[in-house]
């Protein structure tokens, strides 16, 4: 794997706005891309995951958008809430094999 | 309710001794995964199992070993010969097919001294 740096990506938000967290990924052969939460102390958790041959998908309050020509995922969260403060992760999957997970931003939201 | 269980939550061993983490699950998943988080990074892959009595090894699994003898349980044993074990530890599992869609017990802060 790739080294990373101890500081993560930190993207601050007003309570009430909108965000938008990017990921870049590595394997054009991926079959899933998936985004993750993980509150501090406590183990990821599962948010929303999209099939490579779609390029949105929707969920409670988030969107998951793809774009496999620059290899770009996104993950936005509608009227961001306190609760919603947390690091966020991108994955990606070939089917039969492990996740890759990404580097990780850290949401923070301003009350 | 259903769930991923590790314990304990904080670990605390001297150096040049092994040490095991417990992960347990109710969920009846076969797929089982062991990962290492460190400060401010990402997740990285120490061991898998897809199956009961079977296991894989993942990106950094020199100086861990694990056994999946039941399907609720797949320990991870630190070892010694371990450079760096101090570091959070999350079990995960999953059902076949869905490696994508994992869930997480609540980790191990192991701290070796």
């Known amino acids: 794997g790739e080294s990373v740096g101890l500081h993560l990506p930190t993207l601050s938000v007003q309570e009430g706005d909108n965000s938008i967290i990017n990921c870049a990924y590595s394997n054009s052969a991926s079959d899933y891309f998936i985004w993750y939460k993980q509150e501090s102390g406590k183990g990821p958790q599962f948010i929303i995951d999209?099939?490579?041959?779609?390029d949105k998908r929707q969920g409670q309050r988030v969107t998951v958008l793809l774009n496999k020509t620059v290899k770009h995922l996104s993950l936005q969260i509608a009227a961001t809430q306190p609760g919603d403060s947390a690091v966020y992760f991108c994955?990606?999957?070939?089917?039969?094999?492990?996740?890759?997970f990404g580097k990780g931003t850290r949401l923070s939201v301003i009350a | 309710d259903g769930g991923i269980t590790q314990s304990p939550k904080y670990l605390f061993r001297k150096e040049g001794q092994n040490v095991t983490l417990s992960c347990e699950q109710n969920l009846n998943h076969d797929a089982m995964y062991w990962y290492r988080q460190d400060p401010g990074q990402g997740l990285r892959l120490i061991y898998y199992?897809?199956?009961?009595?079977?296991?894989q090894k993942g990106d950094i699994a020199e100086g861990y070993s694990v056994s999946r003898e039941k399907k609720e349980s797949f320990p991870l044993t630190v070892t010694s010969a371990q450079k760096n074990p101090t570091a959070f530890y999350l079990c995960?599992?999953?059902?076949?097919?869905?490696?994508?869609?994992?869930?997480f017990g609540p980790g191990t802060r192991l701290t070796v001294t």
């Open positions: 994955a990606e999957n070939i089917r039969g094999t492990p996740l890759v």
């Open positions: 199992s897809q199956i009961v009595n079977d296991f």
């Open positions: 999209i099939r490579s041959n779609m």
């Open positions: 995960a599992s999953s059902v076949p097919g869905r490696a994508y869609e994992q869930y």
